[in-house]
């Protein structure tokens, strides 16, 4: 490999851009000077980032602060629209919801950190609010979800290792697995058994089934979970009646993405 390989080229005014499109959304809003100590700029640079992305429609400012725009919404829309997972699973996980009365999401992965794609409840779902506003969490991670377990899982070992490597096993709750030896041995057991298990480990007194859909060429496309209370998700219905009803959710997504089905 050539140094230039090792090495591409970038330009560094469109990272700062982006570095600030970042600090903006983790802020939910943020003035000039909290931004330029937040990404390490100059103020002035950081003028004239936010000017030119105020020009462009990226950005809007109200009252000294500034925010992403609604410019994003349509990105996002596109993004989304065009998924594999999200064309072939989103009638598939409103049946679920309106089944089981539960939370139900489709999860993707993108640089290492778990996308949520679609979300689902049915007349019992708890937390709801909770779920609407994670969406804003620039930073979830893999290892504590039931669908972050099952895409983990079917990830190649040397991705799954830079994963962890780069973002480490945080804790969420005293449950959350925390040491990667203990992870790998999940995972492992996630693959034999074809389902993820979340047992209070992102959310207290909720747990989760993930199950992976995978495509034809075995790459993982995505996942799908259900979510509940714990008071309803145990026993059978934790370790294999809803295990068993998201299992054939996937296998459905996987069919529907395979014969480019698309029930929206």
Do not use: W
């Amino acid at each position: 490999m050539s140094e230039k390989d090792r090495n591409p080229r970038r330009i560094r005014s469109v990272q700062h851009s982006c570095a600030l499109l970042r600090a903006v959304q983790q802020h939910d809003g943020a003035t000039v000077s909290e931004l330029a100590e937040d990404v390490s700029l100059s103020m002035g640079a950081v003028h004239t980032h936010l000017a030119t992305l105020h020009e462009e429609g990226l950005i809007v400012k109200e009252n000294h602060k500034y925010r992403l725009s609604e410019q994003f919404i349509i990105y996002g829309d596109y993004a989304r629209n065009n998924s594999d997972l999200f064309r072939a699973g989103k009638a598939v996980a409103d049946k679920l919801a309106e089944e089981t009365g539960e939370s139900i999401h489709l999860i993707g992965e993108h640089e290492g950190l778990e996308v949520i794609f679609y979300e689902s409840f049915g007349e019992k779902a708890a937390g709801t609010a909770f779920y609407i506003q994670n969406r804003q969490n620039p930073e979830l991670h893999l290892h504590y979800s039931a669908a972050g377990k099952a895409i983990l899982a079917h990830l190649p070992e040397s991705r799954c290792e830079e994963i962890i490597q780069r973002y480490g096993l945080v804790r969420r709750t005293e449950h959350t697995i925390t040491d990667e030896q203990t992870l790998l041995e999940e995972l492992a057991l996630i693959r034999e058994r074809g389902f993820a298990q979340n047992d209070e480990e992102a959310i207290k007194g909720v747990r989760a089934i993930g199950v992976p859909v995978i495509g034809k060429d075995q790459a993982v496309i995505g996942a799908i979970s259900l979510s509940a209370p714990t008071t309803r998700l145990q026993g059978d219905d934790f370790n294999d009646t809803m295990a068993h009803r998201v299992m054939q959710a996937a296998n459905v997504i996987k069919i529907n993405v395979e014969t480019k089905t698309s029930p929206l």
